[in-house]
């Protein structure tokens, strides 16, 4: 496509529910990152994937949350038992390049999970 | 860790009016710096990337300059106009990751 997709728009979960945030970047962008935005607060790192290789998750909030990204191209960022501080916009960006001199990177529109 | 910290937190300006948007950050060791509007509900619209060996950016009414060594970045708007009104990104890279502060919120008043 000609722009980062994320699937659901919209998710609301129940407190203690398992759920699936979907990123599909830009074709043949290396990098990926996933972002956790909290209302009215500016987006916080969360994961960088360079292909398939999860190369930084420093900014997984608990073990409650992982990502992954099998064949280097879609990503799905987990969060199991969601707990009402989970609820914020997650935000997936890619960019096609790799390490030193990383430019511009591109943003879906991200996801609004709303743990209940 | 990079700090990145945006002034002021809040704008509200009648239209018309130019207007400059703050951005520091505490590394200068950065690769490159670039400004983004967010819309309510919507993703990031890139707006102005500067790479670190630049000194500014312009585009259309918009003008963003950079002074890595003193850690600083500002956007400038010119003649602004409602459909202006944002929240405005400063978001700074470095190696694997980039950086954002937490935003601008601009209103432009017709």
């Known amino acids: 496509g000609a722009g980062v997709s994320q699937s659901p728009r919209y998710k609301v979960a129940k407190r203690g529910q398992d759920v699936a945030l979907r990123c599909d970047p830009i074709s043949g962008h290396v990098s990926l990152f996933w972002y956790q935005q909290a209302l009215g607060q500016g987006p916080e790192f969360l994961t960088y994937?360079?292909?398939?290789?999860?190369?930084?998750k420093s900014g997984l909030p608990s073990d409650r949350f992982f990502a992954e990204r099998p064949e280097g191209s879609v990503s799905t960022l987990k969060i199991q038992r969601t707990q009402q501080e989970d609820s914020a916009v997650y935000l997936c960006a890619s960019s096609p390049q790799r390490g030193p001199g990383l430019t511009e990177a591109f943003f879906g529109q991200g996801t609004r999970l709303t743990v209940v | 860790k990079q700090e990145v910290t945006q002034i002021p937190a809040a704008l509200s300006v009648p239209e018309g009016e130019n207007l400059v948007l703050n951005c520091s950050f505490t590394?200068?060791?950065?690769?490159?710096l670039q400004w983004f509007r967010q819309d309510p509900g919507k993703g990031l619209t890139s707006l102005l990337l500067?790479?670190?060996?630049?000194r500014e950016q312009t585009s259309g009414r918009l003008n963003a300059s950079l002074d890595k060594s003193s850690g600083r970045s500002t956007l400038y708007i010119a003649a602004s106009q409602p459909g202006d009104s944002a929240t405005y990104l400063c978001?700074?890279?470095?190696?694997?990751?980039?950086?954002f502060g937490s935003g601008t919120k601009l209103n432009v008043k017709p």
């Open positions: 500067i790479q670190s060996s630049q």
């Open positions: 994937f360079q292909n398939e290789a999860q190369l930084d």
């Open positions: 978001v700074v890279y470095n190696f694997n990751k980039f950086y």
């Open positions: 590394d200068s060791a950065i690769y490159n």
